[in-house]
């Protein structure tokens, strides 16, 4: 029985010496500034962002529910690639909507990235979203626009999103005439 009040008082003993007190240092903040800064992407290669450029926010949770719950129709048109893409079966749909990194904001589009192609959202024949997609080049997000294409969410594309666009872009190589 000693013992165990023993071990319960060096438990308390070196929980004590573990604390901390609570005088809180102040983290400095960073200036903002118009200098461009690096920006890790998924695949780690440090990109150059435009800090005064404004924010972008990510997708909110309502968006993609309603894109997951109501999406009819999704459209690609692609700027450098040789044909379009359209998908009409739900769960194809369904498929697509989750390339969308619901959990990874991209904040800042890199300096270097172009959108190599526009994606469609269609409910009921309407279309609700549009969607600048970044694939090449180590871009590997969207960029959701306004109807004055204005940036209004933007997020990375999962892995496995990748790998669709990465099959797309393999096969359409195999088609441009050499």
């Known amino acids: 029985m000693t013992r165990f009040f023993i071990f319960l008082f060096c438990i308390g003993l070196f929980s004590g010496m573990g604390c901390k007190s609570d ?4 983290v400095p903040t960073p200036e903002p500034t118009s200098e461009p800064t690096p920006v890790p992407t998924p695949a780690n290669a440090p990109m150059e962002v435009d800090l005064s450029s404004p924010a972008i926010p990510g997708i909110p949770e309502e968006v993609m529910v309603e894109l997951i719950n109501n999406c009819t129709f999704i459209d690609y048109i692609f700027r450098e690639l040789p044909f379009s893409l359209s998908q009409d079966e739900p769960r194809s749909i369904k498929q697509n909507i989750l390339f969308i990194d619901y959990e990874k904001p991209l904040v800042r589009i890199p300096l270097s990235c172009k959108p190599d192609g526009r994606k469609f959202f269609q409910i009921k ?6 969607a600048d997609v970044y694939i090449l080049n180590g871009c590997t997000f969207y960029v959701f626009v306004d109807k004055q294409n204005k940036p209004i969410y933007a997020n990375y594309i999962t892995q496995e999103g990748i790998k669709f666009y990465s099959n797309i872009i393999n096969q359409a190589s195999g088609m441009q005439p050499k």
Not at 23 to 26: A, G, L, Q, R, S
């Open 125 to 130: 024949g309407d279309i609700k979203y549009e």
């Open 23 to 26: 005088k809180k240092t102040p």
